[in-house]
């Protein structure tokens, strides 16, 4: 135990401690009874812990190579946790795709485990909700009473998001546990159902009155989310016309793609067409959920042994489905490994066909060789990782969701989209739609103009309207109302929506310089050892460890 791992441990501890949900989604045990308070005190302290950590990482010694890439890690994120602290980025405290209110909703569906979960940590965190919730309405009005507001649509949204949890909530405790215990679950769900029910009239009715309509938070506030998903620096002029440049390209080839299928067709035909054939639906949730679990295991056992060595523990997906709108999601294993690696899929309709001919890339995208072995790995890399690299992936997002799409890419090149469906499936779902993500995130809040010689709407500036229209009519993919959650999350998360396409790009342009670099010698699988190997990090220090002589 060094003395950098041992802050790195202390920090992980701390920061659990003072933020339970967090803790649910890194996958940190010892937490699994408590909730987050987000009320100003807890706020402050965990900016505090940030500024004393880093404090004491300076006085750290450090000694070789592992060590000065773990204290990197560790220094970009704690700066940058300053850095969001003193520009008061939390003083609102909502966004619509991991704030708050999903969080708590995260923090008690992560328990959730059927007939495996321990049910008093279910019932502690239920009756945790009503003084959560407190805590967060405090912060949002003394923030309120400095002037600030989280802009309209992240309110009425939130607003919306606690009433899609008291769904849940309805549902929970049935079933589940017996005699006082089941009295008890019920009760303290009804308890939360009611906190939910006040905080989403609080927000829909009270705090939206002073909420502004104007979204854009501007270049200097998009900058410091750039840094705070993706771990860089940004030329935002640059990568914006990059975002059109690559949207062009994916466009082009989802082109080649509809006419394997449907020669002399507009693309939009055959997507349509796709989604009404028998050959790609399946019927019911259930067989769904079984359809997706087959899937997952098929990849897992053709991947193992050739081109990666998957770890025995990470040989299984728990595939699940959640009442909820919104994208498939990923849940890594916890490190004790008392909780599976667990992919989430959207099933508001239990008897609804599903269209399937997108799912094949959005499962080796949260699966295998996507978050599920990348997760996995490092959750499992005790060897050379601190407490803190291995389970600080969801706080480098463009490490994370970069290796997501660059195994849908990956699995691509492997031939695993033979079926011209499934390969327009991966360009239109996710390579489309990535791209897409950029041109609109910089393009929202930085207010630029739509270029000349787009043919879309060339020379306006982007409004959440003109998104609107964008993503329907020029991306046209998504179930109804995955429009308007897109744009919600853009304008809620700045620079969040980047971390795809351009950790994707880091990742390729890396593989390529070692293949350069190393010529005849280059060695897929090893590269991937190396590279997963070396856990979470800013993709510029990403960038520098992969192109590294060693």
């Known amino acids: 135990m060094t003395a950098l791992n041992a802050l790195a441990d202390r920090y992980v501890d701390e920061l659990a401690a003072l933020d339970p949900c967090l803790a649910a989604t890194m996958g940190i045990a010892g937490q699994e009874e408590r909730l987050t308070d987000y009320g100003p005190r807890a706020v402050w302290a965990?900016?505090?812990?940030?500024?004393?950590?880093?404090?004491?990482?300076?006085?750290?010694?450090?000694?070789?190579?592992?060590?000065?890439?773990?204290?990197?890690?560790?220094?970009?994120?704690?700066?940058?946790?300053?850095?969001?602290?003193?520009?008061?980025?939390?003083?609102?405290?909502?966004?619509?795709?991991?704030?708050?209110?999903?969080?708590?909703?995260?923090?008690?569906?992560?328990?959730?485990?059927?007939?495996?979960?321990?049910?008093?940590?279910?019932?502690?965190?239920?009756?945790?909700?009503?003084?959560?919730?407190?805590?967060?309405?405090?912060?949002?009005?003394?923030?309120?009473?400095?002037g600030r507001v989280a802009p309209y649509r992240q309110v009425v949204r939130n607003a919306r998001d606690c009433r899609d949890m008291r769904q849940y909530l309805t549902g929970l405790p049935a079933g589940h546990g017996d005699g006082a215990l089941r009295g008890a679950l019920d009760e303290a769900a009804a308890a939360a159902d009611e906190a939910l029910s006040?905080?989403?009239?609080?927000?829909?009715?009270?705090?939206?009155?002073?909420?502004?309509?104007?979204?854009?938070?501007?270049?200097?506030?998009?900058?410091?989310?750039?840094?705070?998903?993706?771990?860089?620096?940004?030329?935002?002029?640059?990568?914006?016309?990059?975002?059109?440049?690559?949207?062009?390209?994916?466009?082009?080839?989802?082109?080649?793609?509809?006419?394997r299928i449907a020669p002399g067709e507009p693309v939009a035909a055959v997507l349509a067409a796709l989604d009404d054939d028998p050959r790609h639906r399946v019927t019911g949730a259930a067989a769904f959920r079984d359809w997706i679990q087959r899937l997952a295991d098929g990849a897992i056992a053709d991947l193992d042994g050739?081109?990666?060595?998957?770890?025995?523990?990470?040989?299984?997906?728990?595939?699940?489905?959640?009442?909820?709108?919104?994208?498939?999601?990923?849940?890594?294993?916890?490190?004790?490994?008392?909780r599976p690696g667990t992919v989430w899929w959207p099933s508001t309709d239990p008897d609804a066909p599903v269209p399937t001919w997108t799912v094949p890339?959005?499962?080796?995208?949260?699966?295998?060789?996507?978050?599920?072995?990348?997760?996995?790995?490092?959750?499992?890399?005790?060897?050379?990782?601190?407490?803190?690299?291995?389970?600080?992936?969801?706080?480098h997002l463009g490490h994370c969701e970069g290796?997501?799409?660059y195994a849908e890419r990956l699995m691509d090149e492997l031939g695993y989209f033979a079926d011209p469906a499934h390969r327009l499936g991966m360009l239109a779902g996710g390579q489309q739609l990535r791209a897409a993500r950029v041109v609109l995130d910089i393009g929202l809040h930085l207010r630029l103009r739509v270029p000349k010689g787009t043919g879309f709407h060339d020379g306006e500036r982007w409004t959440p309207g003109l998104a609107r229209a964008f993503l329907t009519e020029y991306c046209g993919v998504g179930p109804a109302g995955f429009v308007e959650f897109e744009i919600d999350r853009y304008l809620g998360r700045p620079g969040q929506a980047l971390a795809y396409k351009l950790g994707e790009k880091v990742w390729l342009e890396a593989r390529e310089e070692a293949r350069r670099r190393d010529g005849a010698a280059f060695d897929l699988k090893r590269f991937h050892r190396r590279a997963l190997d070396l856990g979470?990090?800013?993709?510029?220090?990403?960038?520098?460890?992969?192109?590294?002589?060693?």
């Open 46 to 146: 965990r900016a505090e812990l940030a500024r004393r950590t880093l404090k004491a990482l300076d006085d750290t010694p450090v000694a070789g190579d592992a060590q000065r890439v773990a204290a990197s890690v560790l220094r970009e994120r704690l700066a940058t946790e300053v850095a969001l602290a003193d520009a008061d980025a939390y003083g609102t405290l909502l966004d619509t795709l991991d704030g708050p209110v999903q969080r708590v909703r995260y923090a008690l569906g992560s328990l959730d485990q059927g007939g495996d979960t321990v049910w008093e940590a279910l019932l502690a965190r239920l009756r945790a909700v009503p003084a959560t919730l407190a805590g967060l309405r405090e912060s949002l009005e003394d923030a309120r009473r400095r």
């Open 403 to 405: 290796w997501g799409l």
């Open 306 to 338: 050739t081109h990666f060595a998957i770890p025995e523990p990470l040989r299984r997906i728990d595939c699940r489905l959640t009442r909820t709108d919104g994208p498939a999601s990923y849940l890594a294993p916890s490190e004790d490994l008392s």
């Open 198 to 259: 006040r905080f989403a009239a609080y927000l829909a009715r009270d705090l939206a009155a002073d909420a502004p309509h104007l979204d854009a938070l501007g270049a200097d506030r998009y900058r410091l989310g750039v840094r705070e998903f993706l771990g860089t620096r940004l030329d935002l002029a640059e990568t914006y016309a990059w975002g059109w440049h690559e949207l062009d390209r994916v466009r082009r080839e989802m082109a080649g793609a509809a006419a």
């Open 361 to 395: 890339s959005t499962m080796f995208h949260e699966g295998v060789p996507g978050h599920h072995l990348q997760l996995g790995v490092t959750t499992l890399n005790t060897a050379t990782l601190n407490r803190f690299q291995r389970l600080s992936s969801e706080l």
């Open 536 to 550: 979470p990090m800013g993709l510029d220090l990403l960038r520098a460890e992969l192109t590294r002589e060693h």
